[in-house]
């Protein structure tokens, strides 16, 4: 009986020894490789993260990286004291996160880097800015505004840009349908972006200025990163003949009217070139100051309160106005300071049709317009356009 007892255990050994070779039944996850668990050998996870723990007064243009030593993250976030985070990248292999926005002054950030083996924390510190080392960004037109074919993007600092192409490289437009075009820069203080042509009536176009916390150079950084989106209108182009006294007024290359007109006597030349509107108002004053007459005893001494329908094509201070008091000359003398003058009836007309952008093309007269005065950027050929541009 031992021995046949003895025989039963050895082959009810047998029998679990087979069992143990054959393994547990697969679940979903180990037939996929994964596992709901880190492997117990895994290494805890290790990173370098710049700037470093608990660095101070750290540049406001500097890029924060979290670079995996050992492991691999699952989620990296750089938050600001009120929540909000940071933008980023992580690569492919899950090893690397790099910060996509630069970052704001006087602010604590804390780096926070989780991956299936453990967490890696981090804080830093940037630098305190005054307003004297901020440059704060005004883009016109303002967002939703519906503008004419010839409106450029102008975009004005209140403290100079010496390194434009620091900011270029950060100051983005686009267009739908996509239209080539470039920035230029006027000064220290204002760049424009034209396309190589007019707009496409119905373009949208997006401006992005990413520039929050990039240097400006001498000291200055970017403060607040702006947006703008607006609407391309029908293709209005008003040209204005000094020789005929005459305005033919088209909107999609069809001729809507041809209007009398008057524009400036001898000493006071309208400028001949493509002009575009930049204001537009319902009443304005006018003061011959504003052209260098302050003589009140001179003849050509004018001050005016409510100059009806005005629509400014210059900054120094050329408009498109009614003029009743020179009808009788409208259509046969140039007798004004330089402005195109209508007929009231007239000027109304053509001001409700009329938006900020619209072309003016002038010409007849021997006094060029000059490209920097108001958006006489159309007075440049694309080649010298371009030239303006700090990445060209």
């Known amino acids: 009986m031992r021995v046949r007892s003895f025989s039963v255990f050895v082959a009810t050994?047998?029998?679990?020894?087979?069992?143990?070779?054959?393994?547990?039944?697969?679940?979903?996850?180990?037939?996929?490789?994964?596992?709901?668990?880190?492997?117990?050998s895994a290494k805890p996870l290790t990173a370098d993260i710049a700037p470093a723990d608990g660095a101070k007064d750290v540049p406001v243009d500097s890029t924060v990286t979290v670079t995996a030593t050992s492991g691999e993250f699952t989620s990296v976030k750089v938050a600001r004291p009120d929540g909000s985070t940071v933008p980023g990248s992580l690569s492919t292999d899950k090893t690397k996160w790099t910060a996509n926005d630069?970052?704001?002054?006087?602010?604590?950030?804390?780096?926070?880097?989780?991956?299936?083996?453990?967490?890696?924390?981090s804080s830093f510190t940037t630098r305190s800015l005054s307003l004297a080392q901020q440059t704060f960004a005004t883009i016109v037109p303002v967002d939703g505004t519906k503008v004419g074919v010839g409106m450029p993007v102008a975009v004005y600092f209140d403290l100079p840009v010496k390194d434009h192409a620091s900011f270029e490289k950060r100051m983005h437009v686009t267009s739908t349908p996509t239209q080539a075009g470039s920035w230029h820069w006027v000064s220290d203080t204002e760049a424009r972006y034209r396309p190589q042509k007019y707009w496409?009536?119905?373009?949208?176009?997006?401006?992005?200025?990413?520039?929050?916390?990039?240097?400006?150079?001498?000291?200055?950084?970017?403060?607040?990163?702006?947006?703008?989106?607006?609407?391309?209108?029908?293709?209005?182009?008003?040209?204005v003949n000094a020789r005929t006294h005459q305005m033919k007024v088209f909107s999609n290359g069809k001729l809507l009217r041809t209007i009398p007109i008057t524009t400036g006597k001898p000493g006071f030349t309208t400028r001949?070139?493509?002009?575009?509107?930049?204001?537009?108002?319902?009443?304005?004053?006018?003061?011959?100051?504003?052209?260098?007459?302050?003589?009140?005893?001179?003849?050509?001494?004018?001050?005016?309160?409510?100059?009806?329908?005005?629509?400014?094509?210059?900054?120094?201070?050329?408009?498109?106005?009614?003029a009743p008091w020179s009808t009788g000359s409208q259509g046969y003398a140039n007798v004004s300071h330089g402005c195109t003058g209508l007929s009231t009836a007239n000027a109304a007309w053509l001001y409700g049709l009329a938006r900020v952008g619209d072309i003016?093309?002038?010409?007849?007269?021997?006094?060029?317009?000059?490209?920097?005065n108001g958006f006489g950027d159309w007075n440049l050929?694309?080649?010298?356009?371009?030239?303006g541009s700090a990445l060209r």
């Open 200 to 239: 496409t009536p119905g373009t949208t176009i997006k401006v992005d200025l990413d520039i929050n916390g990039a240097s400006a150079g001498a000291g200055v950084y970017g403060q607040h990163s702006r947006t703008a989106t607006y609407k391309v209108g029908d293709a209005h182009v008003f040209k």
């Open 381 to 387: 050929s694309w080649a010298e356009y371009q030239k």
């Open 102 to 121: 630069l970052l704001d002054p006087a602010l604590r950030y804390t780096v926070t880097a989780t991956g299936e083996t453990g967490t890696v924390t």
């Open 13 to 40: 050994m047998a029998l679990i020894a087979l069992s143990g070779c054959a393994g547990a039944p697969e679940t979903p996850d180990s037939a996929k490789g994964g596992s709901s668990a880190a492997s117990p």
């Open 272 to 322: 001949s070139g493509i002009k575009v509107i930049s204001e537009k108002h319902r009443v304005k004053e006018m003061r011959s100051e504003t052209i260098g007459i302050s003589d009140q005893s001179s003849s050509d001494y004018y001050s005016l309160d409510n100059v009806e329908y005005a629509m400014r094509i210059s900054n120094s201070g050329e408009f498109i106005h009614a």
């Open 360 to 372: 003016v093309d002038t010409v007849g007269t021997d006094r060029r317009m000059e490209w920097d």
